[in-house]
Nanobody, 123 residues
């Protein structure tokens, strides 16, 4: 059993920054990846970014490239999502997830979900 706990959400004005954290507990297979998804009101959940536990390779959705950066601290079993130059359309609940390979994919393939953290960006 794996538990994922997100933190760091909040409200910010357009152009601002937030850093989300995802702390994992339990047995996390190192061949898997940790991903962030988001779901805006009335929309489907969508892939944002993922990082490999083993190598730190990352895969970004096109709409966050250059603005968001994912990183990991293996010693703390924590993944971070630094979000810069936020836009109102980034407003959503952000979910951390433990995902099966492959890394370079936008499909869900999720084993475990976190509870989500709200990010609100005002114009």
């Amino acid at each position: 059993q794996v538990k994922l706990v997100e933190s760091g959400g909040g409200s910010v004005q357009a152009g601002g920054s937030l850093r989300l954290s995802c702390a994992a507990s339990g047995s996390t297979p190192t061949t898997y990846n940790i991903a962030w998804f988001r779901q805006a009101p009335g929309k489907e959940r969508e892939f944002v970014v993922a990082i490999s536990w083993n190598y730190g390779d990352a895969y970004y959705a096109d709409f966050v490239k250059g603005r968001f950066t994912i990183s990991r601290d293996n010693a703390k079993n924590t993944v971070y999502l630094q979000m810069n130059t936020l836009k109102p359309e980034d407003t959503a609940v952000y979910y951390c997830a433990l995902r099966r390979p492959p890394l370079y994919s936008t499909i869900s393939n999720v084993l475990y979900w976190g509870q989500g953290t709200q990010v609100t960006v005002s114009s």
